[in-house]
């Protein structure tokens, strides 16, 4: 079957320009993640989803990136007015529902690589 | 805070020969642990994890790693190291108590010399 998809792959923006990022998950993957990670660093979490509902957004940087679920399937990540400390690469996952006593494997999407000039 | 620690930014090893790639993690409880490895122009792709019992986890191609509760280390490992094992591999962890919440080191590059 088919993985966890982003489009689009590469993203260059000019600062100030808004951007929209797309990530399309495992289908029946109830949870989503989205993750930003800086060149030489490892993931740092954004925000999580639970179908449509977003139950986790502690790690948005600022209140320029938001993201949303609508039908708890396809989920896009918007950043406004960015700017160059946007750039990075933004990775998607997905997994079956996580409860707090069980332990469902992120399956992670290719990553959106986004440069701001 | 929660920390994961990756101490090695890079390692190599010849081919053939064994490997260890070190994880040290700072999480309250008694967290989840696992190892994603990452290819170039690739998403992270999931090795292995360790939930409880057995301290020794065995993987995807394979790569093991030994849990140390009393030393908080998650090292992955693999007897005989293959050119094609060349690539990014990252620590994570997530916290009992906090399920959706992963926490990544910076990440190990591993070059296997042929």
């Known amino acids: 079957g088919a993985g966890v998809s982003q489009s689009p792959r590469y993203k260059v923006a000019k600062r100030g320009q808004d951007v929209a990022l797309r990530c399309d998950p495992i289908?029946?993957?109830?949870?989503l993640f989205w993750y930003q990670q800086a060149l030489g660093q490892g993931p740092e979490f954004l925000t999580y989803?639970?179908?449509?509902?977003?139950?986790?957004k502690s790690g948005l940087p600022s209140d320029r990136f938001f993201a949303e679920r609508p039908e708890g399937s396809v989920s896009t990540l918007k950043i406004q007015r960015t700017q160059q400390e946007d750039s990075a690469v933004y990775l998607c996952?997905?997994?079956?529902?996580?409860?707090?006593?069980?332990?469902?494997?992120?399956?992670f999407g290719p990553g959106t690589r986004l440069l701001v000039l | 805070a929660q920390s994961v620690a990756q101490p090695e930014d890079q390692v190599n090893v010849a081919e053939g020969n064994p490997l260890t790639v070190k994880c040290t993690y700072s999480?309250?409880?008694?967290?989840?642990l696992f190892w994603y490895v990452q290819y170039p122009n690739r998403g992270l792709q999931f090795l292995l994890k360790?939930?409880?019992?057995?301290?020794l986890v065995k993987g995807s191609y394979g790569f093991e790693a030994e849990f140390n509760k009393s030393q908080t280390s998650f090292h992955l490992k693999k007897p005989s190291a293959l050119v094609s094992d060349s690539a990014l591999y990252f620590c994570?962890?997530?916290?009992?108590?906090?399920?959706?919440?992963?926490?990544f080191g910076s990440g190990t590059k591993l070059n296997v010399k042929p």
């Open positions: 289908s029946g993957h109830v949870s």
């Open positions: 360790y939930i409880t019992g057995d301290n």
């Open positions: 996952a997905s997994s079956l529902a996580l409860s707090s006593g069980d332990v469902k494997t992120q399956y």
């Open positions: 999480v309250s409880g008694n967290p989840y």
């Open positions: 989803f639970q179908n449509e509902a977003q139950l986790d």
């Open positions: 994570a962890v997530r916290a009992r108590y906090n399920f959706n919440k992963f926490y």
